[in-house]
């Protein structure tokens, strides 16, 4: 244990050195010149990134702003490290980037920490901030309510579809969930046609971290009407009937019906690529609950490419409990780029900014990344409206919710992966599960900062 905490310790000193080096102290050069640093959290050999910000971008940019350098710095590191290291380097002025990419998870945190400059002076005077869709601006601020990131990638989730698994299973050839009962019936029809089938997917093991808070239990939770935050009284939901809703269909799909992977599939650190890359291109899945990125994976170019994907899959949205209005709901996520506060380069830093995202690198950076674009006028673009089921996703992001702009968050979504694998796995019953997480939360947040919604 100490072993591992040294060397993590030790990869977060040479994260913050490296961000330090790159920049020899002052990004000023003598002949007034600045260089402004970009950090992200790299992704490998083929990370996007480099294509969208090509060195001919960079190139093109540096010659209509001579005074401006632009220096890319990719972090290298699992999500939760690049958090720790981004955080570290952002400390100081020395060792701070000067633009970072702030998952929208994570951004409430950091600017209540005091790493992030507030943005609404410099959005109050850009043309193009009404072009980026509303809701995704208020996903992207903080507590205080005060705008901290300028979105750059968004998704939505829904439930994927084989519709060679429930033309088996009789259903419709246009069959869509209307509620969350015609999931579970569904569900039951592709077990009793289909025994090797997997009939309903969704993610229940704390292993895969805050997928299970956003995409299961979230998603599931703002399709009953309630939030897990109220933004107005600053409390968070427990002890409530939508909780024990959610936990209910879970425990459904895993216990009482049994239409759900098995747990050594689920319970698997691999249970994304197990379902999306491996079971879903062979007709093995019949539903799974999950996001538009996915159509990434089965691209020509993708891990595990579908010949005819839009022939083969729908992308339903996802119902509300019992219908009832709007009769769909998304959760949706993404990340925002940020100016760091103790960065010396704002205003270069800002024209830089700007310059990431224009309309057509919003286009660019959706196709390459298979993600939803963040601006109104990109989601026009006749080269973006050819992405598979964009139509679909971008119709979900009208019911978008996001997590809660609460630097607490984090630790409260620790609380929710504990509480579903703990139904999913038949440990404890929903309603037992639903009083842990109270006391969780309680403790957590206090108990004057929870209420029960109804």
């Known amino acids: ?149 300028i979105p750059g990638t968004t998704d939505a989730r829904g439930i994927w579809t084989d519709l060679v698994v429930t033309k088996k299973a009789g259903l419709a050839a246009d069959w869509a969930p209307k509620s969350w009962a015609d999931i579970l019936t569904a569900a039951k029809k592709i077990k009793q046609t289909q025994p090797n089938v997997i009939p309903f997917a969704m993610g229940v093991s704390t292993t895969n971290g805050e997928s299970v808070s956003m995409q299961t239990f979230e998603q599931l939770l703002y399709g009953t009407g309630e939030t897990l935050y109220n933004e107005k009284t600053k409390k968070w939901n427990v002890n409530s009937k939508g909780i024990l809703a959610t936990l209910n269909f879970i425990n459904q799909i895993y216990n009482k019906d049994k239409t759900g992977p098995s747990l050594s599939v689920v319970m698997s650190s691999n249970y994304g690529s197990t379902i999306f890359q491996d079971r879903i291109p062979k007709n093995q899945v019949g539903m799974a609950m999950d996001g538009i990125w996915n159509t990434g994976n089965w691209s020509k170019d993708g891990a595990a490419p579908i010949a005819n994907m839009t022939k083969v899959l729908a992308f339903n949205l996802m119902p509300t409990e019992k219908g009832q209005k709007p009769g769909y709901v998304t959760m949706a996520g993404g990340w925002s780029w940020a100016l760091p506060k103790n960065s010396k380069n704002k205003k270069a830093a ?15 950076r959706a196709l390459q990344e298979g993600t939803l674009t963040v601006r109104d006028d990109a989601a026009k673009d006749p080269e973006y409206l050819k992405k598979p089921f964009i139509k679909e996703a971008t ?60």
């Not at 961000?19 to 402004?36: I, K, W």
């Open 1 to 149: 244990m100490k072993l591992s905490k040294w060397a993590l310790a030790l990869g977060i000193f040479t994260s913050v050195a490296l961000l330090a080096g790159c920049g020899s102290g002052s990004s000023n050069s003598s002949d007034g010149v600045t260089t402004v640093k970009v950090a992200w959290r790299a992704t490998g050999k083929g990370d996007s990134m480099y294509r969208i910000y090509s060195k001919k971008w960079i190139a093109d940019f540096e010659k209509k702003n001579p005074k401006i350098k632009i220096s890319l710095q990719p972090i290298n590191a699992s999500e939760g490290d690049y958090f720790s290291k981004l955080d570290l380097a952002m400390k100081s002025a020395d060792t701070t980037p000067d633009i970072v990419n702030e998952d929208t998870f994570i951004l409430p945190a950091d600017a209540k920490a005091g790493y992030l400059e507030p943005l609404d002076s410099y959005v109050a005077k850009w043309s193009d901030w009404d072009k980026f869709t509303a809701a995704l601006k208020k996903g992207s601020q903080g507590s205080d309510g005060k705008q901290y990131g």
């Open 350 to 364: 800002w024209t830089v900014m700007k310059a990431m995202n224009t309309k057509q690198l919003a286009v660019t």
């Open 395 to 454: 119709q979900a992001l009208q019911n978008a919710h996001f997590r809660p702009k609460n630097d607490l968050y984090p630790k409260v979504s620790i609380a929710i992966q504990q509480m579903v694998e703990s139904v999913a796995a038949g440990r404890k019953s929903p309603s037992d599960a639903a009083a842990k997480y109270a006391t969780d939360v309680k403790g957590i947040v206090g108990d004057s900062n929870t209420d029960t919604q109804k």
